[in-house]
């Protein structure tokens, strides 16, 4: 079925806010229009969006201390949606960037912070199978960034909503 895919991002946003009392996600969606229904409906598959966003999502708070603001947008470049997650958070050294998507990989800053490494290398195989890429930028102590990108179809029909 296609997604209507702002109200999509913005359900994400709160169900994870509600798993952390001390982090905001800060969504901004902004199509600009291009999509031509302007409720931005798309043909992509739901769970593996849901699945790719709430990983990296969770991350960025598990990975920032308390309170401190998460931004999510979401904005279309060409053929494909363009989400990109930023923290301000304990970024990943250099040394650990290399492999950072290969299972049981975590970075040497990690502390107490738990994780089984296995979100990421989750992240990267669904993205594979849709043609999807992501990459990042971190400054280790400073924060990181996460883009992703994924070829969508634009939807024909005005009728369907979600
Ligand atoms: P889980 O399997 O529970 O997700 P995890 O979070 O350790 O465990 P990944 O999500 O695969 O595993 O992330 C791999 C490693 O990448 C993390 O252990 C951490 O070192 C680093 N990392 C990922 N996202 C961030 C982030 N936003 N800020 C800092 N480090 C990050
Ligand atoms: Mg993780």
Redesign the pocket.
Known sequence: APLNIIPFCRQLKEEIETTSSNHKIDFSGNLDGQIADTSGIVQIDKKLLQQVLT??L???I???PDHNLINFSLTIENEKLIFT?S?S?????EA?QIN??E????????GT???????????KKCLDLHKGEIT?N?QLGQ??T?TVKIPFQRNQARKAIN
């Open positions: 990983n990296i969770t991350n960025a598990k990975y920032s997650i923290d958070g304990i970024g990943i050294p650990d950072l998507f299972s049981f990989h975590r970075g040497s800053n990690v912070i738990s994780g089984t490494g296995l979100g990421l290398a989750i992240v990042f971190s924060g990181t996460f």
